[in-house]
């Protein structure tokens, strides 16, 4: 048997609805365009210290990417490709360069967890940022939306993790616990339950989770 990374990278599609033959609900979903992937390097605990995979996703032309990252493809006889992401790998035999990987490695009904970069959301305040209630919105009240005063004190500083207004989003975020309900070989489609991080065709890492980090059951 051959050993299988325990994840896969891909886009965001979009959202949209599925419904359930046995009830008929409406299930809100994810379509992820996932992989395929190419192996790029295999580590091994002798040689790098740790097991895993390294995957390509999105091929693009030599002249998009440095010398440095392009010898480390050339060296391998992989074409180039946009994004490189280390997965642990399942246990099996060792993958070579090259080698292909699919959706075909999920399961309808698996439990992932899936990582991507949050919807970036600019300069924010206390109230949309950290949902602050705010002042009063009375004739008289002088501070309706701004956090009080964070001046001096006792300690004459700010204490680092003060909620403040500041950039909001854009910041890797996972999601655990989700379920697959549809593979799609075929398209390279995944279809998860509920949301994911990021906007439409943003990057993600879409992992496998053990008995003990699924959902239910």
Known sequence: MTAMPTGLLGKKVGMTRVY??????AIPVTVVEAGPCVVVQVKTADEDGYDAVQLGFEKVAPTRVNQP???????RNVE???????????????????????????????????????????FAGGVRRWGFRGGPASHGSKVHRSPQSAGATDAQRVFPGKRSPGHMGAARTTTKGLQIVRVDPERNVLVIKGSVPGPRGGLLEIKAQGPSEGGDE
Do not use: N, W
């Open 20 to 25: 359930d033959e046995a009830t008929g609900d």
């Open 80 to 122: 180039p490709h946009k994004y490189l992401r280390e997965f642990e790998l399942a246990a099996g035999d060792e993958l070579e360069p090259g080698a292909t990987v699919t959706v075909e490695i999920f399961q309808e009904g698996q439990f992932v967890e899936v990582s991507g970069t949050s919807k970036g959301r600019g």
């Open 69 to 75: 990252v392009l010898g480390h493809f050339l060296s």
